[in-house]
Every structure is written in structure tokens, then in C-alpha cells.
């Protein structure tokens, strides 16, 4: 009976563990790396075509984006998760096979006119993510699912996203049972539309994330609405439009449900009628699946307008952008208006597009609204002073206001992952801690340790653990060079990004022409030679 570690390991993104019992090899998650690659990733422990099972906590790319994958290498089981979850699913596997489509044909469009260059095939296809999403079981909450002999599970309502869950996974092998506990995504509580996550009382085991194990959302409940009005009407005096990048699944529903209120309450004086774009398909179809969804994933404020006939994510004014003329157009209507669109952290989609029209206008905001990871071009736009960014091979002036609704987050800070490790009746044998930036991860664990008493670790990717014997049987190191830990700020701050940008090409480098490498190379170590005092 064992746990492996494989991703999101010291870091945010690319979370999947791997459980080997009963005779079953088992997946929890599977997902897409975001942002720079800090440390190596392991193997899976067993072909693709091997795995057996898959359970998955939620929707999010970072957790579940490389299903797809697994079923192009011959995965062919099944794959668990809730009702809601696997409405989202269906969605957003087929946009990321969309995705990476799109990317492997602009890349050989690109290398047809370099002399050698290699075709390159995306990671999967529409295909794939078709064929996965027909493997999906979707299963109800707080019901105990017997997945076949010796391995049990128990979805609950971790309130971080429609659908999101911890998953309670009960493991019986000669006569041996054992509980572990997979948090998933925690949620932070008030969060608008969705439920405050539910504890879980028992477990021999638990994996828990850690994403903002360093810091405290706002000791008072922060008044989203009023700040976004005036946001809002800051820059809608000005003449300019607000864009925000959001996550299509949602990030997008939350930020419309503050508007509604907005509207409603007539809190843009001047601008009462200003128009809202959602300029996404996916998070077009993700509004509709909340829909769907409202009875059993709604809080009770967002019930009680339900309840009243009002739809609490819709309002006059709303406008959806499903066609790429229709995303096109947006950018020549003159009104100071609203912009939402994907990715949330700028690094794919239409968003990158709204930015090359209104990142260079000093008048218009760029306001961040999610956790931006690091490496992407948000995190660079949110912590830098950039003075531009490329975007499609055009360098972009940047003079828009940069902001952020500071404490939004669809995570617990420090003080809710305490109050959810805390809740377990008694002390778990172990608590895994995972899913966070290197020194969060580290720095967690050891106050979990030292302040609360939990015999917590943070393992690297590779790391196996025993849960008979309660004995890690390997205990791996990273692979990889570890970030500064100095904080960034200032001009250092813009040297840390182009670092981590740096890094990010170099490992997009392979699979060029040996020359354009060498070329690179030649490049790279001429600059360090000229800074190296």
C-alpha cells in the first residue's frame, strides 16, 4: 500500500499523487504545469495504460488538464469526480485540447519558414479529451462510493470551486485498512455563490495544499463590490475600458455576481449603464453549468435570489462574446466598458488580445482578481515595473493601471488551512503538505509542526511513502535549482521576472534547430560574461 508523490510538490500547479493498493494503481489528479517549472517532475510510477482509476478533486487545469494525455497513452479506466465537476470538465478538457491544437499549428506555421525545422504534434487532441470525458463517473457528495474491492471514496464540499472536493479514500489490503485524506483546493469562506468548505473529522493520512500557507486574507471581510465600483468609475472618468483577466470557471461567475450588485445598486455614478463583455466561450458554457448546478453547490445568499426568481449572475447590459469577430469587435467600440476574458493569468487565449489593445492606454486598468503563478505574465504585470511586455512578438508599452482586488481568492489563507487541518478529531498519523511555492510549502509545514503539533512534511516529487508501516521507503530531493528566496521588489523585482522568463525559453528551446540553440546559447553566455564582475 503506497503514496507517491509526482507533482506540485514545493510548487503551485501540476498537482498528482499516485496510489498503489488492493492491487490497483491510482491517480488523484492530473494536471497541467502553469507557469515557471521549478523542480523536476517524476515519471509516473506506471505506464499510462496501467493506471486503473483516477480521482479528482476539481475542474481547475492545474489538477485536471493532462487527463487527456493519459487516455492518448493508453489509459483507458475510469475517472471519478462530482456531478458538478464533471459537467465543468467536459468543458474544459476539450478547450485545452482546443488549446494545444491551436499552439502545436502556430508553432509549425512558425517553423516552415526556418530551414530544418520539425513538425511538432500537440500534446493531445480533441480526440483524447473526447475520449477521456466518456470515461467520467460523476458521484454525488457525502456518499461513500465502493470502487471496487478494497479501495472506497467520499467526495466533500471543499468550497473552493463549483463542484471542488476533498476526497476521503478508505484502502483495505490483507486485512489492512487504511484513510487517507486528499484536501484538494481549500476554499476561502464567504467566498460569493459557493458554499464555505466542510471539514473532515478522521483520517490516518492526509495530503493537504498549502498555496497561501504565508499570509492572511483581510482581517475584516474586504467590500469586493464598493471596491470594484470604484474602480470602476476611476477609470471610466478617465475615458478608458477595465479589463480582467479571470479564470473562465469561476473566477468569471464571481466577478459577474459583484456587478449584478453593482448594477443594482446604480454605484457607477455617470456610468449606470456601462456595457460588460465576456469574452470567452468557455466561461460562457461554465455560466450555464453554474446554472445547472445552483441547488446543489449555492450558498444561501445566492439561493435566496434563486429562490426570488433572479438569476444572481446575470443583468442588463451583459453581453457574450462567443465568435472571434464577436471578440474582435470589442476593441472598436469607443465606450468605457468591462472586459472579461481568459486566461486568467494571461499566458493563453483572448485575454492577450484585449492586452495588446489596452495594456499601452494609460487611461484603462488592468485589474488581476486571482493568484497569479509565478513566471506567467500576469505575475510579471501584478509584482513588476515593467515598462513593456511582448505580446505576439510586438513589445507593449505599459501604462495602464495595474491593480488588484487585494484578498480575493478562491484559497484559505494561513488561518482557514489551520482551522481545516485542526478540525480532525485526533492528530493524523501524517500530514503531506503540498501544492504551494517552495518556501510557503516549507515554512507551513514547520509552523504546522512546531505550533500545532501535526507531524507534517513537505515532500518532494518522487518521495514514496508506506502507509502499512507508516515509514517512507524513499525520500526524494529536487531536482532542479531552487529560486532566490530574497523577496522581489522594485527594479530587482523586474531582474527576478526577466530571470524567470529566461528560464521558461530555454525550456521551450528544445526541439529547435541545433543552430538556433547554439545561436541562443552563444547569446546567453555573452550576456552573463559582460555581467559576471
Not at 475510469?78 to 478547450?95: G, Q, Y
Not at 477521456?132 to 465502493?146: L, R
Not at 470602476?232 to 466577478?255: C, H, Y
Request: hydrophobic share 40%; proline share 4%; net charge negative.
Amino acid at each position: 500500500m503506497k503514496l507517491v508523490f509526482v507533482g506540485a510538490d514545493h510548487e503551485v500547479t501540476g498537482s498528482c499523487h499516485y496510489l498503489e493498493a488492493a492491487g490497483k494503481n491510482i491517480l488523484v489528479d492530473y494536471g497541467m504545469e502553469q507557469g515557471v517549472n521549478t523542480f523536476e517532475n517524476v515519471p509516473l510510477p506506471v505506464d499510462e495504460a496501467m493506471v486503473d482509476y483516477v480521482f479528482l478533486t476539481h475542474a481547475h487545469v492545474d489538477h485536471s488538464g493532462l487527463l487527456p494525455l493519459l487516455y492518448a497513452r493508453g489509459f483507458r479506466g475510469k475517472v471519478f469526480m462530482t456531478e458538478a465537476t464533471a459537467d465543468l470538465c467536459s468543458i474544459m478538457l476539450r478547450d485545452c485540447a482546443h488549446i494545444q491544437m491551436a499552439e502545436a499549428e502556430w508553432k509549425n506555421r512558425k517553423a516552415r519558414r526556418r530551414t530544418g525545422s520539425d513538425e511538432q504534434e500537440p500534446i493531445y487532441t480533441m480526440e483524447d479529451a473526447e475520449g477521456v470525458i466518456k470515461c467520467i463517473v460523476p458521484c454525488e457528495y457525502d456518499k461513500i462510493v465502493e470502487i471496487c474491492e478494497g479501495v472506497k471514496i467520499r467526495f466533500t464540499d471543499i468550497g473552493h470551486l463549483l463542484g471542488s472536493a476533498s476526497i476521503e479514500v478508505w484502502l483495505t489490503e490483507e486485512g489492512n485498512t487504511k484513510k487517507i485524506v486528499f484536501s484538494g483546493d481549500i476554499g476561502n469562506k464567504d467566498q460569493p455563490l459557493l458554499r464555505d468548505p466542510k471539514p473532515t473529522k478522521e483520517a490516518d493520512y492526509v495530503v493537504m495544499e498549502s498555496t497561501y500557507g504565508d499570509r492572511l486574507h483581510s482581517l475584516e471581510k474586504p467590500d469586493y463590490v464598493a471596491e470594484l465600483a470604484a474602480v470602476l468609475k476611476e477609470t471610466f472618468d478617465r475615458g478608458g475600458n477595465v479589463v480582467i483577466p479571470s479564470f473562465a470557471v469561476g473566477r468569471t461567475q464571481e466577478i459577474l455576481y459583484f456587478l449584478r450588485k453593482i448594477k443594482v445598486g446604480r454605484m457607477v455614478q455617470g456610468h449606470e449603464n456601462f456595457p460588460v463583455y465576456v469574452d470567452s466561450p468557455m466561461a460562457v458554457e461554465a455560466t450555464g453549468v453554474f446554472q445547472e448546478n445552483r441547488w446543489e453547490c449555492f450558498d444561501e445568499e445566492a439561493m435566496e435570489l434563486v429562490n426570488a426568481g433572479i438569476n444572481p449572475i446575470s443583468f442588463a447590459g451583459l453581453k457574450l462574446s462567443i465568435t472571434s469577430d464577436e471578440s474582435k469587435a470589442i476593441n472598436f467600440d469607443d465606450t468605457p466598458k468591462v472586459i472579461i476574458s481568459a486566461s486568467g493569468m494571461c499566458e493563453a487565449g483572448r485575454i492577450r488580445h484585449h492586452l495588446k489593445h489596452n495594456l499601452w492606454r494609460p487611461e484603462c486598468t488592468i485589474l488581476f482578481v486571482g493568484y497569479q503563478s509565478v513566471g506567467t505574465l500576469g505575475r510579471i504585470l501584478v509584482e513588476g515595473e515593467q515598462e513593456e511586455v511582448k505580446l505576439f512578438g510586438e513589445p507593449i508599452k505599459v501604462r495602464a493601471q495595474i491593480k488588484k482586488l487585494a484578498g480575493m481568492s478562491g484559497h484559505a489563507d494561513k488561518n482557514g488551512l489551520i482551522e481545516w487541518i485542526s478540525s480532525f478529531t485526533e492528530k493524523p498519523k501524517k500530514v503531506f503538505v503540498v501544492h504551494g511555492e517552495d518556501s510557503v510549502c516549507t515554512s507551513f509545514t514547520e509552523c504546522l509542526k512546531m505550533e500545532y503539533g501535526q507531524r507534517a512534511y513537505a515532500p518532494y516529487s518522487g518521495t514514496e511513502f508506506d502507509l502499512i508501516s507508516n515509514k517512507f521507503t524513499y525520500e526524494a530531493e529536487p531536482v532542479a535549482i531552487k529560486k532566490t528566496a530574497r523577496p522581489a521588489s522594485g527594479v530587482y523585482a523586474r531582474l527576478v521576472a526577466a530571470g524567470q522568463r529566461l528560464v521558461a525559453l530555454i525550456t521551450r528551446s528544445n526541439g529547435l534547430a541545433n543552430k538556433d540553440m547554439a545561436k541562443f546559447a552563444d547569446q546567453i553566455n555573452s550576456l552573463c560574461d559582460k555581467w559576471d564582475m
